[in-house]
Every structure is written in structure tokens, then in C-alpha cells.
């Protein structure tokens, strides 16, 4: 069997291993004080990273901005939108980003 194999350049299929949302933490876990966590972005998007307490109210915005893709750090300082550090207790870190959208547990304790 005779033939000929053309190979072009692959479209719309993304690398092989390349990540999507959540890269690392939240950690420290528990923390008296904030949080650091690790994302990364496929393509460029909006991040929006959210703190909610254990009844689902919303506490803080961690990040709220457009970003190329890459992999990246994000923060949150362990205090409300008002400034107030954030009573002990169970919050959920929610973040979205094109494709993505899930939470991961911050416990903090004093």
C-alpha cells in the first residue's frame, strides 16, 4: 500500500498539559490572616476571583481584571470589602475565567 500523508498545523486544539483554572491552593490552609492561590489562563479572559462565607453571602473581590494567558498568583488579604478582617470561620475562593468556574475552601482561625 502505497499513499501520502499531509500534515498542517493543528486547529483548535489546545497543547497537551496545558492548564486551566486552579493551579495551586488556597494555602495556608487553615490561616489566621489571607490566602495565596495559583490560576492560569488558556487564552486572554477576564479573572474574577470571590470570596463568599458559608451561607453563600458575598464577602470580598480578590481580582476582577482581564489577563493575557500564562499562569499566575492571586491573593486574598483575609479581610471584607469593607476592610474588616474576616470573622473565624469557612469561605469559599470562587474563580472564573473563560471555560472555567469553581471554588476551593478557605478555612481561618484565630
Known sequence: MKGVVIVGAAAGVE?????????????????RAGVSFGFALRGPGRVRAEIFDARGRHVATAIDRDYAA?????????????GATAPTG?????LRLPGYDSSRAVVITR
Request: avoid cysteine; hydrophobic fraction near 30%; proline fraction near 11%.
Open 90 to 94: 469557612t469561605y469559599f475562593l470562587r
Open 70 to 82: 500564562g499562569t499566575y498568583t492571586g491573593a486574598w488579604n483575609g479581610r471584607t470589602e469593607a
Open 15 to 31: 497543547p497537551a498539559g496545558a492548564a486551566l483554572g486552579f493551579t495551586a491552593g488556597p494555602s495556608p490552609r487553615p490561616t
